[in-house]
């Protein structure tokens, strides 16, 4: 897969302009996501939270899972939490948006 980070940022930071509920927070967490899956040329991740709240810069578990949930119910992302330590959740980049 070529993704096109590009694409990527620019749909999301035009679509954030007008969401007033995205915070700094959610930008760092969906950034991360971006670079690593453009990095491992894929829209989708499985990943334990420790990789992602590293490279997104964030220490702490609660704020990251905020984050994570609300990214997924506000549509930038698809999130699927595994509940099981050993086995990491599952993030789909959705296609650029329009």
Same mark, same amino acid.
């Given at each position: 897969?070529n993704?096109?980070?590009a694409?990527?940022?620019?749909?999301?930071?035009?679509?954030?302009?007008?969401?007033? +509920?995205?915070?700094?927070?959610?930008i760092?967490?969906?950034?991360a996501i971006?670079?690593?899956?453009?990095?491992?040329g894929?829209n989708?991740?499985?990943m334990?939270?420790?990789?992602?709240?590293q490279?997104?810069?964030?220490?702490?578990?609660?704020?990251y899972?905020?984050?994570v949930r609300?990214?997924n119910?506000f549509?930038?992302i +698809?999130y699927e939490?595994?509940?099981?330590k050993n +086995?990491p959740? +599952?993030?789909?980049?959705?296609?650029?948006f329009n």
């Amino acid at each position: 897969m070529n993704m096109d980070i590009a694409k990527h940022l620019e749909g999301f930071f035009t679509n954030i302009s007008a969401d007033a +509920r995205i915070t700094v927070t959610h930008i760092s967490v969906y950034t991360a996501i971006l670079q690593t899956t453009y990095k491992l040329g894929t829209n989708c991740l499985a990943m334990f939270s420790f990789e992602l709240m590293q490279i997104a810069k964030i220490s702490s578990g609660k704020t990251y899972y905020k984050a994570v949930r609300e990214l997924n119910e506000f549509g930038y992302i +698809r999130y699927e939490p595994s509940f099981n330590k050993n +086995r990491p959740s +599952r993030i789909v980049l959705p296609d650029p948006f329009n």
